[in-house]
């Protein structure tokens, strides 16, 4: 590889500025009077996905990690900042100039009972997005529903069947078939295999893998399980109400933490040796989760950090280099 190839920065698939994605609750307000405070579901994420990459999004429940994947998509409107998908801006797009964008960016829900119609045999289901989109009809449409199916591991006389004749596991892989089957070119995962067996769970990450290298697929994969993630992902961001607060390679992420609530959430996995587990140093929180309504005036991390220090209850570190490939937003680490 010449020199100028190896200094060319990736093709980015999605870009997140400065994002902000805010719900309304209205009511509340003194005298009668009704006042509206807000969610910060996201609250200022730059995240940057290159083509062919794997990234992961981690964080405890109610972080605003499957937020962030809808608006990655536009399937939610951003409060503030700005949406890019290949090179695109989406948040400047109306909904009928996102329309012919929609086959290149695809999702995957958590529970796939409810994300697929009861009343639609599979073979319908996995054929709308060919119709949709007017990339095949008739019988091409049903020969690559077939192939598909071939490819995420079932046969293709099930697309006769109904989504109640199906387990989860299998439900799950049709909900990826839908999601791969018009080729797109990013897909957000939103927490695919926290419903599914244990057993289970191992077949769909390898089936993502697979995907990964037969489609040359991008995509985010949204999980609360870092013992999982490490497995699939080229690149590990965690997540905390709101904000990313570390970013790195699997390795770096895992084995050497720099965030003390990703030591945290690592100290949560529990280690499958009991001699091991009985003995072995927990860092501990302290304090409750805050209210995603809250304007933090320094980290939000703070009040629950066993190292906070005074300047992290004054000002709002960002996420900075430490080290190759792997950032993070900690006074601890900036001072």
């Known amino acids: 590889m010449n020199e100028a190839a190896m200094n060319t920065p990736p093709f980015l698939i999605s870009e997140a500025v400065d994002l902000k994605l805010h719900y309304p609750i209205a009511g509340g307000g003194w005298a009668g009077r009704s006042a509206t405070r807000y969610v910060r579901a996201v609250d200022g994420v730059d995240l940057a996905i290159a083509q062919g990459e794997a990234v992961a999004l981690v964080g405890e429940s109610g972080c605003g990690k499957s937020s962030l994947g809808r608006a990655l998509l536009r399937l939610e409107d951003p409060t503030e900042g700005v ?27 958590q529970d796939p009972f409810s994300s697929l119609n009861p009343r639609m ?30 490819v995420v591991g079932l046969e293709p006389r099930v697309a006769e069947r109904y989504p109640h004749e199906f387990s989860g596991g299998q439900r799950q892989r049709i909900a990826i078939a839908r999601a791969v089957i018009a080729r797109p ?49 080229d690149r590990v961001a965690v997540m905390y109400l709101g904000r990313i607060v570390e970013q790195g390679g ?29 003995h072995r140093e927990i860092a501990g929180l302290v304090g409750d989760v805050p209210s995603p309504t809250t304007v933090f005036q320094g980290c ?3 009040s629950r950090c066993p190292h906070a220090m005074d300047i992290c209850r004054q000002r709002d570190p960002v996420l900075e280099t430490v080290t190759a490939g792997h950032s993070v937003a900690c006074w601890l680490h900036m001072e």
């Open 250 to 278: 699997p390795d770096e992420v895992f084995d050497h933490p720099l965030h003390p609530y990703t030591r945290a959430l690592l100290d949560a996995v529990p280690i499958p040796d009991p001699e091991k587990e009985r």
């Open 185 to 233: 070119k990013f897909v957000v995962a939103d927490e695919p295999i926290s419903a599914l067996d244990i057993s289970v769970q191992a077949q769909i990450i390898d089936l993502f893998d697979d995907l990964k290298a037969r489609f040359s697929l991008t995509y985010l994969f949204i999980s609360h399980d870092l013992a999982v993630v490490r497995h699939i992902a």
């Open 83 to 109: 949406v890019r998908f290949d090179g695109q801006d989406l948040t400047a797009l109306s909904q009928a100039l996102l329309r012919p964008l929609r086959r290149g960016m695809q999702m995957v829900f």
């Open 300 to 302: 939000r991390f703070a």
């Open 121 to 150: 045999k599979i073979g319908e289901t996995l054929a709308e997005p060919l119709r949709v989109h007017g990339i095949e009809t008739g019988r091409q449409a049903r020969e690559t529903v077939a192939e598909i199916l071939h």
